[in-house]
């Protein structure tokens, strides 16, 4: 039975996970728009969690989030000089977020995580049957 | 009589530790279904088919001990013959990760069935030893 236990905290690991990563989409769908206050200062950069296999306490090969990076790719820019950060030609820079990919992400962490869940209420069941022999 | 070491449970019990074990590795499976370069694992299912084998006729040597104080064979031969193997899934994404969610369950439901099946014979067993314990008219 300690397999099963351990089944469950496998798959406990995997749902924090992609707790995480629900966050860190949901942070950068928020500041999709998040710009600087003036030409110098850089917009809001995306960031990615980085989900890393782990050896769990009691052996089980579990994930964990080691952390955030940033996403260095070009910043987006638009044509807004009226803006206070808009740049001598008039351009914006915007968050490298695109909400579609976001939310992709995030439809991808949602289906992880009920699979996750789904484990678990398997294992338990599996527990719950094999106590049954002591009841009768 | 050693009952948890009879050949029927004890090849019972060792399945069942199989299909545990089994589901704790394919829980793992998905909890990684997002981390960068993983592979998914699974037992050896040929191997355990030649422990099967192998238990099953240790099992028939074992009615035909001559004293019941020889060694009990536990059950069954090999012991733990079989192996943790990465299995790939059909599909293999662009960061190294070989989880497909959807097989992976699939594999999920046909071990939690297996062990059903598993313990509803077990039960069974126990049922036998139970009504052959019983006192005549009862």
């Known amino acids: 039975m300690t397999d099963i236990n351990s089944a469950i905290a496998a798959a406990a690991s995997g749902m924090r996970a992609q707790t995480v990563r629900m966050r860190v989409a949901a942070e950068n769908v928020a500041n999709a728009n998040s710009t600087g206050a003036n030409p110098n200062e850089e917009p809001f950069r995306r960031r990615v969690p980085l989900l890393e296999s782990t050896t769990l306490a009691n052996g089980a090969q579990g994930v964990e989030v080691q952390g955030t990076a940033y996403d260095m790719s070009d910043f987006r820019q638009e044509y807004n000089p009226t803006h206070p950060a808009a740049d001598s030609d008039g351009y914006v820079r915007l968050p490298n977020v695109d909400t ?29 049957r094999a106590l049954e022999l002591l009841r009768r | ?60 040597v074992t009615v035909a001990r001559t004293n019941p104080g020889h060694m009990s064979s536990g059950g069954g031969g090999g012991g733990s013959g079989v192996q943790v193997v990465t299995r790939d899934d059909s599909e293999t994404t662009i960061d190294g990760n070989a989880v497909v969610l959807e097989e992976q369950m699939a594999r999920a439901a046909e071990t939690r069935m297996q062990f059903e099946t598993g313990l509803a014979l077990y039960q069974k067993g126990l049922d036998l030893v139970r009504l052959a314990s019983r006192a005549p008219g009862r």
């Open chain 2, 1 to 60: 009589m050693d009952l948890a070491n009879s050949p029927f449970f004890g090849l019972l019990r060792q399945r069942l530790d199989h299909l545990s074990e089994r589901q704790r590795l394919i829980s793992e499976n998905i909890a990684n279904a997002s981390t960068p370069g993983y592979r998914p694992r699974d037992l050896d299912t040929t191997s355990f088919d030649r422990m099967l084998a192998s238990a099953a006729n240790s099992g028939g």
């Open chain 1, 100 to 128: 579609l990919v976001e939310m992709m992400d995030m439809r991808e962490a949602t289906r992880a995580y009920e699979a996750n869940l789904n484990m678990i209420e398997a294992a338990r069941g599996m527990t719950n």
